[in-house]
Each structure stands twice: as structure tokens, then as C-alpha cells.
């Protein structure tokens, strides 16, 4: 007779996922916010000592705190759900002339797998996400006292835009957003995923601990924001423009007024922030899962 496998502190993945991912996106963004603000004033039209130079670097963190648990929660639940049902529907055909993933080598369908689920996660955790990061961003670049001031300026305009011009005002870059982190979360996820099944496959174990998941999360978000630093760019300036503009339009103004070297501003601190931010994001998160999935 088989032994009855212990039950776990929470049971569901999905109620794993979604309550580790909101600690581990409070974390994150309570810890690194000045290395943020820092990047975000470097990257504005006006200048970084303009922009507030070195000076209350904690600017807009209450807009912060408020996405960041929901955000980074309705990603993880997004990602997990998609990842687990892509592989229980390819598992069914393997080693089968036909089914799903036929034209994909075995070592490429879980990337490719990886890939789709993380763009959905980022899809669904730009909902919570831009809003903040326009109220946020806005605080940090010295345009508005706090992010409370931001949000209200914005809420302010609607006698003049009416509320849809109100909605449209809080998911201004949206996407140039969607455009960035798509890109970022395909690189950065099946980077993570696959160091973490090479350390396993040589340990034999399981699942990985915190500090690992950590690193290889520093190691796949460094090479993710280096890469899509020019996109981190056009969002910001699309964010922080007193007028709503679209990207393309943007984007030629840019490169005429100021060169292609402006899309790699910021890029020392986008790499330090994100680098540092994957260790703890991921390595939280991997914490918060291994201890909502240990036996009680």
C-alpha cells in the first residue's frame, strides 16, 4: 500500500501562486525603489538634476505598493495556470507522431511554453500595473508633490476629458508597456526556468531553494533589461510627456532631437535595479512557494 503523500499548507497552486507572487512583488519594489527613481530621472526629457537628481528617491512609493502586490500576484497566477496547462495538454502526445509542439524538439517546447505563459502573466499584470506606474513615475520625476497629488491631477481632468479621457490618461503607454515587458518576461522566464531545471537535473532534487532561484533570477533579469532598455526608455518619455503621444511619432522625435545613444540612458542603473530585483523577486517568491507548499 502507497503512503499517503502529507498535505501541504496550501493545497492549490493557483492560491500558492497568487499569494506568493504579491509577496514577493512587495518586497521587491520596497527594497529597490531608489535605484528606480534614480533610473527613472535619468531617463526624463527634462534632465535628472531637473527631475529631482539624488533628492527623495522614495517619491511616489505609496502608488508602488498599492499595484505591486495585485500586479505581481495576477502574474504568477497567470503564468502558473498557463504553464500547467500547456504541458498537461502536450504530456497526452509525447512520443506520438502528431499532437502538440510536433514540430518543436523536446529541448524547445518548454521554453517556447515558458514564453507564451509569461507573456500572458505580463498581459494581465499590466492591468494593475500601468496605472501605478503612470501615478508612480510622475511622483519620482518631481512633476507632483506624492503620488496621492499625481493621482489627483489626473482624476482632476475629467469636467474637461471625461472619464474616458480619465481612463485613457492612467493607461497613457500602455503599449509601449505591453511592447517592453512581453519581450523582458520571454527572455528573463525561460532563462530562470531553465538554470533552475539544470540545477536540478544535477542535484536530483525536486525544486530549488531561495538563494538559487535568486541567482539564476539576477543572472536572466540582467541580460533581459539590458537588451530591452530602449523600449524602458520610450515608455518613460511616453509617461512622463505633457501631452498624450503615440509611440511611433515619439519614437522619430527622439531619435532626431537626441540620437540612438538616448534609448540606453539609465541602462547601468535599469541593469543594477532589475539584476538586484530578479534575486529578490524570484528569490521570494521561490521562498513563499517552497513554504506554502511544505507539509504542516
Not at 18 to 37: E, H, M, R
Not at 200 to 210: D, F, L, M, R, S
Request: charged share 20%; net charge positive; proline share 5%.
Amino acid at each position: 500500500m502507497s503512503a499517503v503523500k502529507p498535505a501541504a499548507r496550501v493545497e492549490s497552486p493557483y492560491a500558492r501562486s497568487l499569494i506568493a507572487g504579491a509577496i514577493a512583488g512587495t518586497t521587491v519594489d520596497l527594497s529597490l525603489y531608489p535605484i528606480d527613481t534614480i533610473k527613472t530621472r535619468l531617463q526624463s526629457s527634462s534632465g535628472f538634476t531637473a527631475a529631482g537628481g539624488f533628492r527623495g528617491v522614495y517619491a511616489g512609493v505609496g502608488s508602488a505598493l498599492v499595484g505591486s502586490a495585485p500586479g505581481a500576484a495576477l502574474f504568477f497566477m497567470t503564468y502558473e495556470s498557463c504553464k500547467r496547462l500547456l504541458k498537461t495538454g502536450r504530456e497526452p502526445y509525447e512520443g506520438l507522431p502528431s499532437g502538440p509542439g510536433r514540430g518543436l524538439s523536446r529541448s524547445w517546447r518548454e521554453p517556447v511554453e515558458h514564453m507564451l505563459a509569461a507573456s500572458l502573466g505580463e498581459v494581465a499584470a499590466c492591468a494593475v500595473r500601468v496605472p501605478t506606474e503612470v501615478v508612480k513615475q510622475r511622483a519620482q520625476a518631481v512633476q507632483h508633490p506624492s503620488s496621492l497629488a499625481a493621482l489627483e491631477s489626473i482624476m482632476s481632468q475629467r469636467s474637461r476629458i471625461g472619464y474616458r479621457g480619465v481612463w485613457s490618461e492612467l493607461y497613457r503607454g500602455w503599449s509601449v508597456t505591453i511592447l517592453r515587458e512581453v519581450p523582458f518576461t520571454m527572455l528573463q522566464f525561460p532563462l530562470w526556468e531553465g538554470m533552475k531545471e539544470w540545477r536540478q537535473q544535477n542535484t536530483g532534487q525536486e525544486t530549488v531553494g531561495a538563494i538559487e532561484s535568486g541567482a539564476f533570477g539576477s543572472v536572466a533579469g540582467a541580460v533581459a533589461a539590458g537588451l530591452t532598455t530602449p523600449l524602458d526608455v520610450l515608455k518613460t518619455r511616453m509617461m512622463l510627456a505633457e501631452e498624450k503621444q503615440s509611440m511611433l511619432p515619439l519614437f522619430t522625435k527622439i531619435l532626431k532631437d537626441s540620437g540612438p545613444q538616448v534609448f540606453f540612458a539609465g541602462i547601468g542603473p535599469r541593469i543594477l535595479w532589475i539584476s538586484a530585483g530578479g534575486a529578490v523577486f524570484l528569490g521570494s517568491y521561490q521562498w513563499a512557494y517552497n513554504a506554502l507548499e511544505s507539509t504542516r
